[in-house]
């Protein structure tokens, strides 16, 4: 973890689209979306766990849908018409994925420095912060910024994806 | 100048196993008694033009082992040596050591060179023998090749010059229509900086017939005027014999626009006086040297270019191909060593340029002056197997076939959109969208068969297999393979080659019996052995089929009692025998050998076709042959589905594993301990997989009387699904699901509906596989 803050800092300022996920705000490096679409009806699969919510049919390709929410045990919310899909790109050992995660409205693009960013505190055993890359300030709010590439390979799609 | 080079290794690489394939290919084909010369040539061609790429890029390793084979392919290409088994078994070898030596390098690993060191041996052992038989006529030709000067070649050929000129004759065969064609060839003084060698272009006249050559030194300036660089010499020529002028243009065509030509025919005379082609050549020669000498002493560099293309032809080698040329000013240090020491009397020497350096051979003289250069040699340097087409990557075909998928998908939303339209303009619109429909069916079904590749990719494999094999077990086998050339996907085509393989195999090692069985059962000593491909609706069939001995019902009986597949009381038909053949852990080979009978046995021929969405048969006449039916889809990107619905979701269920379906009776529907459910199907009962259970989805109705029941077969087990409606039938794209996500148990994978919207498509072995452990841990 440490490993991970040092480098990151130490590459300056970085751009992050950021969204509002059950009031907190979270925040996803912009080189890794592909896009932003409305919510629209998704392709069950069956047998996966709840926060899978199926797949979408995106320019040909066949990509999965993620509910954030549930991944990150939040109540279900319905969804309304802010309701959007971030479309992200993860490269890790086993190649290049896109997928789509739901939330319930994105925000905006900001510029995090080094300086605004600060590693995610520990909470003890309570609080997973497995997916946090780190905090940061942007104009007084604070921003959760996500690790999406270790969400992938740990337990959102790798544990599935291994038989 | 330093040009990297590697940018142009994977084309070379790519062009040379190609052409090792073909050389293969040719070497199969390449009849002992009566070799067929053009053979030999292509074999030739290959490896002249692998030597001159591994020269060229640095491998010198390839570049040397591929000189002593070209030595020994110019020997029986000029018919000093007749093709032996030996040298037929050798030549093989050596491709299979060029390929190995070739993919050493690509994979930048170590050249296996004792395995090279010996069949360079075994090849010049060949040659030293052969020049040991005939080592003076062998020497007199070659001695005029290479070793003596032109100056002096030019003066004391006649003799010399006159032998040669009369084999030369009786070699052009005399046509019918004898024409005599005057030629008057002028070349700018650019010429050799285009690459243009006239020399070779002479001599390739010279091969079209008999050719009288004057050399026109008009334009030679002054001494001290000279320019090294430039060509000063025109000619006048004139052949005679049965050529027509395009033969003639073809010969110059590469240095069109750099001279002025003029071809007139003369008359339909008889051939011309005899005059010595080789003695004007070396004249030629003479004059090349002449050229090149003076200036070498104030600028030898500059002298090393211009005078290596001529000296080289004139001197060793067979002229070079363009990568061969380009070494020459490469290695331009090499060169002016060589050639500052130049004087008229060795002006042909530096052409061995040291890039290839000779080779330590018993051979006196390896290095033999062609006595002709065909004109494919250029065509082989332009590139190998020219056939008009083009090499694109498997991604950017499958882009193409996304983006015409989503076209499809959108035209499709269009059409849909187009039927709820009224309105003056409506009908009209309509018509559009018919005409868009069927452009884009067109457009799909062109960018499919791109995709297509001839069978023969997988069949090419079997000519020299089958040989080795058959020489191994000492059979005589005689392959006969049809219809190479029907296409199917490239997907299907890469997955179908490991069965045939192991059919092929089971064919020369169980089917195929020896000479002295065949014999004995007044069969002919030689087996046959057939692959066909065919199309039939829409599949393709392949057949391998042998004349060989058969399955033998009783003995297969025998074995599969002994193994426990069959009941010791079960009686067996000789069909259902013949079926069991495919059961895992079966062969009937009284002895495994290193052929086949490794442990993987038909079932997984089987199951490998299985996969393919096909199926294999089997066609038993015992004592007479069996032959083995393997059907296949086109392709694996398309599957003709049956939507079916289960509550709101919809399912593609592939229609080849449809056996039927049905509207269950009350009744019909039996219980085992309380849970599970079976149903009569024709004197069996079959299990029943509610789908809905199985993929949690809430169903319209849980009633099996209300629903239907799809009876589907996936590893050789039937099954009832239970789902509430069947939709219509159509052409589904099979799309990945593990691309962007993973597996999943009893999908095989998804595809986007005329709506844009997914459906999944059923993996019914994985479904009854997964529905029978659920049953098991109830």
């Known amino acids: ?163 | 100048m330093t040009l990297d080079l590697t940018q142009f290794h994977d084309a070379f690489f790519e062009e040379s196993f190609e052409a090792l394939d073909m050389m293969e290919a040719s070497l199969l084909k390449l009849d002992l008694g009566a070799p067929d010369a053009e053979l030999i040539n292509t074999i030739f061609r290959v490896a002249h033009s692998i030597k001159g790429g591994s020269a060229t890029f640095g491998f010198s390793e390839i570049a040397s082992f591929t000189h002593s084979l070209e030595t020994l392919l110019d020997e029986l290409r000029a018919n000093r040596l007749q093709v032996t088994q030996a040298i037929s078994d050798l030549l093989l070898k050596s491709v299979d050591a060029m390929r190995d030596m070739l993919r050493a390098v690509q994979a930048k690993k170590p050249i296996d060179s004792q395995r090279v060191a010996d069949l360079q041996f075994d090849t010049e052992m060949i040659l030293a023998q052969r020049n040991g038989a005939a080592a003076a006529p062998a020497e007199a030709a070659a001695a005029q090749g290479t070793s003596t000067s032109a100056a002096q070649s030019a003066n004391a050929s006649p003799a010399e010059g006159g032998s040669s000129t009369t084999t030369q004759a009786a070699a052009s065969t005399p046509g019918t229509s004898e024409r005599r064609w005057k030629i008057s060839f002028r070349p700018y003084p650019e010429l050799f900086a285009r690459g243009n060698d006239p020399l070779r272009m002479l001599r390739e006249l010279a091969e079209l017939g008999t050719l009288n050559v004057e050399v026109d030194l008009d334009r030679l300036p002054s001494f001290d005027a000279l320019e090294t660089q430039n060509c000063y010499l025109a000619w006048n020529l004139e052949l005679s014999g049965a050529v027509d002028e395009a033969a003639i243009r073809q010969v110059f065509d590469w240095a069109e626009g750099d001279c002025d030509l003029s071809i007139t025919l003369e008359s339909t005379a008889p051939p011309a006086e005899d005059i010595t082609n080789y003695a004007l050549i070396a004249e030629f020669d003479a004059m090349q040297a002449a050229s090149g000498a003076p200036t070498h002493a104030p600028v030898a560099a500059n002298a090393a270019a211009p005078a290596a293309p001529p000296a080289e032809s004139a001197g060793a080698a067979p002229p070079p191909n363009a990568l061969d040329a380009s070494n020459a000013p490469a290695a331009p240090q090499a060169d002016t060593a060589a050639t500052a020491k130049v004087t008229a009397a060795a002006a042909p020497a530096p052409a061995e340029t040291p890039a290839r350096k000779p080779e330590p051979t018993v051979n006196p003289e390896p290095h033999h002056a062609p006595e002709r250069v065909s004109k494919s040699e250029a065509a082989a340097a332009s590139g190998i197997g020219d056939s008009g087409s083009i090499r694109v990557s498997v991604e950017k075909i499958d882009e193409l076939m996304n983006t015409v998928g989503e076209l499809v998908i959108t035209q499709s939303m269009l059409s849909q959109l187009g039927r709820n339209l009224e309105g003056p303009a409506a009908d009209q619109f309509r018509l559009g969208l018919a005409e868009l429909e069927r452009n884009m069916r067109e457009l799909q079904d062109s960018v499919m068969r791109v995709r297509m590749l001839p069978i023969s990719f997988v069949f090419s494999r079997f000519p020299r297999m089958v040989r080795d094999l058959a020489q191994r077990l000492g059979k005589q086998i005689e392959l006969v393979m049809t219809g190479e050339q029907t296409e199917l996907d490239k997907t299907v085509l890469e997955k179908i080659g490991d069965p045939l393989v192991h059919l092929v195999r089971n064919s020369i090692d169980h089917g195929i019996e020896k000479p002295e069985v065949r014999v004995a059962k007044g069969k002919s000593p030689t087996g046959h052995l057939r692959l066909d491909a065919c199309h039939r609706g829409g599949n393709i069939c392949v057949e391998v089929s042998d004349d060989g001995g058969g399955l033998d019902p009783a003995r297969i009986i025998a074995k599969a009692r002994a193994r426990g597949l069959i009941g010791p009381n079960e009686t067996v038909t000789d069909e259902q025998a013949c079926e069991l053949i495919f059961l895992p852990g079966f062969s009937t080979a009284e002895t495994t050998t290193d052929v086949s009978g490794r442990g993987v046995g038909l079932d997984v021929v089987r199951r490998n076709v299985k996969e393919l969405g096909g199926s294999i048969e089997v066609k038993n006449d015992p004592g007479r042959g069996a032959r083995f039916i393997i059907t296949l889809p086109l392709t694996l990107a398309i599957v003709d589905g049956q939507s079916i619905a289960v509550g709101k979701q919809n399912y593609i269920v592939p229609l080849i594993s449809i056996i039927e379906s049905l509207q269950i009776k009350q009744g019909s529907l039996n219980r085992i301990a309380g849970r599970g459910e079976v149903f009569a199907f024709r004197g069996d009962y079959v299990p029943v997989i509610r789908l809905h259970e199985l993929f949690n989805v809430e169903p319209r109705s849980r009633e099996l009387d209300e629903g239907l029941i799809v009876i589907v077969e996936g590893d050789g087990r039937r099954v009832g699904l239970f789902v509430d409606d069947l939709l219509g039938q159509q052409q589904v794209v099979i799309k990945s699901l593990e691309t962007n996500y993973g597996h999943i148990d009893g999908v095989s994978g998804a595809t986007i509906l005329g709506d844009g919207s997914v459906a999944l498509i059923l993996d019914l072995p994985g479904i009854i596989r997964r529905a029978s452990a659920g049953a098991r841990a109830n």
Request: hydrophobic content about 40%; some cysteine; aromatic content about 6%.
């Open chain 1, 1 to 163: 973890m440490n490993a991970v803050t040092t480098s990151e800092t130490s590459s300056g300022a970085e751009q992050f689209l950021t969204f509002v996920l059950g009031g907190e705000e979270y925040g996803v490096t912009i080189l890794q979306v592909q896009g932003i679409q409305g919510w629209d009806r998704v392709t069950p699969i069956p047998n996966t766990p709840d926060y899978i919510l199926g797949v979408i049919n995106l320019r040909g390709a066949i990509v999965p849908i993620v509910d954030l929410r549930r991944r990150f045990g939040m109540p279900a919310a319905e969804f309304g018409p802010t309701t959007v899909v971030i479309v992200v790109k993860v490269v890790n050992e086993r190649g290049e994925r896109t997928l789509g995660l739901v939330v319930d409205a994105v925000s905006e693009v900001c510029s995090v420095s080094a300086e605004a960013r600060q590693p995610a505190p520990d909470f003890g055993s309570g609080i997973k912060t497995d997916f946090v890359k780190g905090l940061a300030t942007v104009d007084n709010r604070m921003v959760i910024l996500l690790d999406i590439d270790r969400m992938v390979s740990e337990g959102l799609l790798g544990s599935l994806s291994t038989h």
